[in-house]
């Protein structure tokens, strides 16, 4: 089995409080993650490298600092880690990140597997995942709570947690996935892992080693322009602390939300 | 062939229409208003003539209906194929759906083939001096981001559930139901469903009116038992966070949050939980936020519209009963 596994560096969210808002972490300098969505696909290929054998390779499209994110998909045990960057690349879409991913996994060559988290929760498209199967021509299953692969019989069992119940699909390889929390525990990076990160230097790919007409990637500005970047507006209700016994507290709250047309 | 006309296409379940459907097709209906062309529904399945007759009822202009054994089920491939054949034939200027798992999915593999703008997830959308412009939350719901689509068409644009509201029905309204052949064999399609088990009892988390959760203050497993009871005397449903779904007292698929699902209900009551940015991020743009929690200094009281101090086991049964007292005729 030879995966993939695609990663993103985000803004770690839990660094927001009163005094660092959405922008302010988001602006350089801010403290990264790897996404946490992401740490999911990471374990899964993992896991499927210790069950079947073969190897795994994470991939990222991000600058320098993007190295930190390979270095915790190192530790936690992927084989290899690529970094994929380009000064023609400024903030780069979902589908122009796609474009990269897919000629990274064309150029790494006969990948039975890609996996990626269901979403980054910082851009929020759950795009860049689908787009790449999308221009690899490959089936992308998305959503999935477990997973099954039977590399003998080039296919595998998913389990995908929809909005109204869980769906059973059956796909062949090769293929892309997209996994949600459910599927595993993501393991804590050993010391002795950790310690091989640190020292590991990381490869860089840039369009001309992936063979990318920069022109086809470089202007994202065709298809999306983001004009504003704000604070959404708090147009907050007032709190109103309910009083009393339960039973006093309780009727004056249901009274409240009948009012408010909720009840 | 207009050129501004609007496609939005209609999930569904076996021929049930997702109420996110509706709002898509609102919205469609208000964006072809204002662009002067016609909304045309894309329904894709297999026995849809009644979905597609509701569409009409529920403002298409038409419908394209696909109907074929191999669509019986989303699956990605023959529906993208399919879609993505639709739009080069038809070149609508505008593709709109709701941002439930297939709609995603489903617009970000077609802008993918077609090299198309897609703007995800959008709260807010108007079209200003002939533009369309899309306001989306990024960076779990703290930023706010405008955004605005260049040449490409049709713009693509998912929208998040329960952020507009639903197209109205009106059983007189006439349209063309036109159908379409479907563009995959199933020998073609990698991807086969083998089963489907819908979640047992309690309503659909996402598309919740009123959401009652539990946090790490429920204790545990059986800490959720006065939630449910809560949760079934408003025809709830049940959510959790991050804290009570690890400790394992409840199900992931419970989980509002960063790492959990996004709602966005009239009302939701969270019971012992402390609001950490991870879980306001799931649910703060709920219409109306009840926080029932012993310590007055938890954040989620700042984002409560109504707050009770005290232990959740005394108040949220005597709520149920409260409520149950007043909604029992």
Redesign the interface.
Known sequence: MKTVVLVKQVPDTAQLSPTVDGLKLSAPGGLRIVNPWDEHAIEAAIQLKEVHGGSTTALCVGSLEASEALKTALAMGVDEAVRLSDPALDNPDSLTTARILAAAVRKIGAVDLILAGRSSIDANHAATAVQTAALLDLPHVSYIAALNVTPNTRSFTATRLLEQGRETVTCRLPAAISVVKELNEPRYPTFIGIRKAAGAVIPEWSLADLDVDPTSVGDSSTRLIESNLNIPSASKAELEIIEGSPEEAARLLVDRLVDEGVV | MSRADVFVWIDH?GGTA?PIAWEALGVGRRLAADLGGRVRAVVIGMDIANLAQQAICRGADDVLAANDPSLK?F???PY?ALLTRLINGEAPAVFVTGA???G??LS??????L???????CTSIRVENGSL?AE?????????????????TPRMISLRRRAFPSADEDPARKGEIIPVSVTLSEDDI??????????GGGA????AK?VVSGGRGVGGPEGFEPIRALADA?GAAVGASRAAVDAGWI???H?VG???KTVQP??YIACGISGA??HL?GMKTA??I?AINQN?DAPI??????????NLF??VP??E???RK?LTP
């Open positions: 379940r997702d089920d699956r990605l491939e993208a439930s798992s297939a995603l999915e970000a593999y077609v802008a993918a083939r090299d198309l703008g897609l703007a995800a997830d412009i989306r939350p990024v960076l779990i719901g703290n930023l706010l981001s405008t955004v605005t689509f260049g040449d490409t990698a991807t086969k469903v083998e089963s489907f088990e819908p979640s659909s988390l996402t598309g009123t408003l199900p992931y698929s989980q960063q790492t959990g009239d009302l940015i991870q991020a219409r109306v009840v007055r009281f700042q984002h409560a519209r109504f707050g009770i101090v005290g005394e108040i005597t709520i009963q409260e409520v007043r």
